[in-house]
């Protein structure tokens, strides 16, 4: 069943009743704080026992311990507290909210034996708890023993800490990019026929709220643009396409802003060059790269960034019938370079290529990032524990690898070049949309360099990270909301007046 938590923060205190959530460090070692909470001595003897040490990710769990006036007594192993960063923080707050189970009243008792948690690092622990506690339910039709519909737990939690107004401060942020991550999730959890691109922008529309400024163009303005390689991929299909553009001027007035491009192809049956039965399903998350600049840009208007920070999402259906483009078209860029479209699988790239241009002329950014479940082939290259890096500049590639080092949404570079460029080079127009059976990660980077001029310009192939991708502390939805807390830090480490 899904739980609700809400989280507050309070000075330490002995719990009386619930779960209380304790930590402890190498050799079963708690704080004083912690020790409160068990004045009988039970966990040392249990840990005796059971011969728990507080390894990372170890566990000790007491139900009606002797003489703690609490329900039970949950001890979670930290190792080296000191050792700890953010990242480490947040897992452990994931892990702490796998062990809620039942309880409706949770204290969290925010201490060491190195000493008390930080601000920072009890609000990263709280965004943790936060991550771990989503799931996607909306469409079952959970009966509960009285054949009522069953509401969904609601679960206080109290984290109880050195410094609650500092930790509650810090929470706010990360609560924001909470948020962002699970409204991803939500939209590349969506089955595609409740997610169109219609109903994919009125979603955005609803930033607003958030004070993004929102403007939605429409198949008739697109094709005045001469988007004829997004309109292309979208003309199979009974659903119209659209193009979002989400501004957040959160930074200096007249300011150039940075660009996250997303690719929104909310059901990609392959087209004419169909996919094959077995897994099409999954299609229904091809608007990853779209989720997650629609979720980043409201962590950093909940957050109030201070920069000025652009997203656009192209959203299209790839569908087949009589008026679907076939193997072999040629259409024609808003850049007005001509493509080949050897494969009609391959049509994310087509619709990417059109928003970047369109970003560039439009907008002329400091400089644009664009996210896409791309391509198989880099699966095949990388798995799903690191999504694909490919960028024109070193310094916007070396600034997004350490971002993906500190939040875990990891990142390996790969390689462009001229040699790889020749391969999706046309016999009959200016490009074709593949490039042959190798290398095709790279090949499709290539194509979206064509489309970018001499902005720093990075490519995301995160086909293996943001859906299907396996399960961790933080995350056990298939949808993971991959890039929102990736670019979020990259936001805040580097371009933040």
């Not at 040392?44 to 003489?67: Q, T």
């Not at 109903?199 to 958030?210: G, N, P, V």
């Not at 299609?283 to 997650?292: I, P, Q, S, T, Y």
Request: glycine share 12%.
């Amino acid at each position: 069943m899904p739980i609700q938590l809400t989280i507050r923060f309070a000075d330490f205190a002995r719990p009386s009743g619930g779960t209380v959530l304790l930590l402890a460090g190498a050799d079963a070692a708690l704080s004083q704080n912690a020790m409160n909470s068990d004045p009988a001595g039970v966990i040392g003897r249990a840990a005796k026992v059971s011969d728990f040490r507080g390894k990372p990710g170890s566990s000790l769990d007491l139900v009606s311990p002797e003489g703690a006036q609490v329900d039970r007594l949950h001890v979670v192993g930290l190792g080296k507290a000191d050792a700890l960063d953010e990242w480490g923080w947040t897992k452990l707050g994931g892990t702490l909210t796998a062990a809620i189970r039942k309880a409706t009243t949770v204290a969290v008792i925010a201490d060491t034996p190195d000493g008390p948690a930080r601000p920072d690092d009890v609000a990263a622990l709280a965004q943790g708890m936060l991550l771990r506690s989503y799931s996607f339910e909306k469409y079952k039709t959970r009966k509960g023993e009285d054949g009522e519909d069953a509401p969904d737990a609601a679960v206080a939690v109290t984290i109880h800490c050195a410094d609650p107004a500092a930790a509650e401060a810090a929470f706010a942020a990360h609560r924001a990019v909470a948020e962002g991550v699970m409204l991803a999730r939500d939209l590349v959890n969506e089955p595609a026929n409740m997610l169109g691109p219609v109903e994919f922008a009125e979603r955005i529309q609803a930033l607003s709220e958030a004070g993004v400024q929102v403007e939605i163009l429409t198949e008739t303005e697109m094709r005045q643009l001469g988007m004829g390689a997004l309109l292309g991929v979208a003309q199979g299909s009974v659903r119209p396409p659209r193009l979002a553009i989400m501004r957040w001027n959160g930074g200096a007035q007249g300011e150039a802003p940075i660009a996250f491009i997303g690719k929104g192809v909310v059901f990609d049956s392959g087209g004419i060059s169909i996919k094959p039965a077995a897994g099409m399903e999954d299609m229904k998350g091809d608007m990853g790269g779209a989720a997650a600049v629609t979720g980043l840009m409201h962590a950093l208007a909940s957050r109030k960034a201070k920069a000025n920070v652009l997203g656009v999402v192209g959203l299209v259906e790839n569908m087949l019938d009589g008026n679907a483009q076939r193997p072999g078209d040629i259409v024609t860029s808003m850049s007005g370079q001509t493509i080949e479209v050897l494969n009609t699988d391959a049509e994310g790239r087509l619709v990417l290529c059109d928003a970047l241009w369109y970003v560039n002329e439009e907008y002329k950014p400091r400089f644009m990032i664009d996210l896409a479940t791309l391509t198989g082939a880099i699966m095949v290259a990388l798995g799903q524990h690191h999504a694909g890096l490919f960028s024109n500049n070193d310094e916007l590639a070396e600034r997004l690898t350490s971002a993906g080092t500190a939040t875990a949404e990891k990142l390996w570079r790969m390689p462009l070049g001229p040699e790889y460029d020749k391969m999706i080079d046309s016999k009959t127009a200016d490009m074709k949309n593949i490039g042959g059976r190798f290398g095709g990660a790279i090949t499709a980077a290539q194509f979206l360099q064509r489309f970018v001029k001499d902005t720093p310009w990075a490519h995301l192939d995160i086909a293996g990270t943001a859906m299907g991708s396996p399960a961790n502390e933080i995350s056990q939805s298939w949808g993971s909301g991959y890039g929102v807390r990736l670019l979020d830090r990259l936001v805040r480490d580097h371009y933040e007046s």
